[in-house]
């Protein structure tokens, strides 16, 4: 990982921290040259990440953090999110069909979509015993 501004943050792994990792990424953006669309969606991409690990990395009330690093380099930008929960790779997840969960008014299940489509890349992998999906953004 080579890059400029490298920044990191580690909460719990709860909700209520999940508008405080979007206060620190708004943080980190306002000195990149992005856009408001472009910052927009990369704070809902973090979002989305950030909740599904909230709900679903620590099953059974078993406690745990989650670690998010942002920096910049070649013109673009990435997001780290780390946790130690149960493995999960959220690129083998296959698409929801939009059109039939909003005819049956099915709530859920948008999240890992609306962060691929807002994001220009995501990579996964499980290292020392942590999730670890990086995300990217082009200028």
Known sequence: ???????????????GEVDRLRAFLRDYLAGTAFGEEARLKIELALHEICVNVAQYAYPRGRGGEVAVRVWKAGGSLFIEVRDRGVPFNPLEKENPDLMVKLRRGERGGYGIYFFRTLMDGLAYRRAGGQNVLTVRKDA
């Open 1 to 15: 990982m080579t890059g400029q501004d490298l920044r990191e943050i580690t909460v719990p792994a709860v909700l």
